[in-house]
T-cell receptor, first 113, second 113 residues
Framework: EAAVTQSPRSKVAVTGGKVTLSCHQT?????MYWYRQDTGHGLRLIHY???????EKGDIPDGYKASRPSQENFSLILELASLSQTAVYFC????????????FGSGTRLTVL | AQSVTQPDARVTVSEGASLQLRCKYS??????LFWYVQYPRQGLQLLLK??????VVQGVNGFEAEFSKSNSSFHLRKASVHWSDWAVYFC???????????FGTGTSLLVDP
């Protein structure tokens, strides 16, 4: 079964600090995504990647960087965390050939104080 | 640009009653449409998907959805709601040549016992 694992499950960070959220998939999927979830906004796309060593900006990339060092791993980096980045973050992957179902991780709850 | 509108932030139904969750999409071209469900503290799971063809699609757990091009809609239905259906439901759209899913803001379904 397709699997997407996120770490940590939750994190508390201080304003101005650096935060790295990690995602690992064992689906052998080419495409990976980072979404953030906020009440009233649903899921919004931050960054995505089609292939290792390459990332693309999504709809709300400001304040975030992404890194795809291998097909299996995709990280989201907040260089200077801000209060407005408090949210739940989801990683997902999709198979290039079928381009059908997005497989989601369980999410990382980030609180910036 | 593609977009999805879920006009109802919250819907309450009695257990055993029928259900309809509304979804309106905007996409210039052939849309691929999805309904995802999010149970408490979990990632999103695919409920059903529509590819061009039969406008009524069946999903898991008795859910179905109907695509209407004239109304730009993809409403989710269930004949008899169970307490375990208590969750947040997201509608999403993507193009037939793309890999980017755009989500609506979600509808929280509450089930009265």
């Amino acid at each position: 079964e397709a699997a997407v694992t996120q770490s940590p499950r939750s994190k508390v960070a201080v304003t101005g600090g650096k935060v790295t959220l990690s995602c690992h998939q064992t689906n052998n999927h080419d495409y990976m995504y980072w979404y953030r979830q906020d009440t009233g906004h649903g899921l919004r796309l931050i960054h995505y990647s089609y292939v290792a060593d390459s990332t693309e900006k999504g709809d709300i990339p400001d304040g975030y960087k992404a890194s795809r060092p291998s097909q299996e791993n995709f990280s989201l980096i907040l260089e200077l965390a801000s209060l407005s980045q408090t949210a739940v973050y989801f990683c997902a992957s999709i198979d290039r050939e079928s381009a059908e179902t997005l497989y989601f991780g369980s999410g990382t709850r980030l609180t910036v104080l | 640009a593609q977009s999805v509108t879920q006009p109802d932030a919250r819907v309450t139904v009695s257990e055993g009653a029928s259900l309809q969750l509304r979804c309106k999409y905007s996409y210039f071209g052939t849309p691929y449409l999805f309904w995802y469900v999010q149970y408490p503290r979990q990632g999103l799971q695919l409920l059903l998907k529509y590819y061009p063809g039969d406008p009524v699609v069946q999903g898991v757990n008795g859910f179905e959805a109907e695509f209407s091009k004239s109304n730009s809609s993809f409403h989710l239905r269930k004949a008899s709601v169970h307490w375990s259906d208590w969750a947040v439901y997201f509608c999403a759209v993507k193009g037939n040549m793309g890999y980017k899913l755009t989500f609506g803001t979600g509808t929280s379904l509450l089930v009265d016992p």
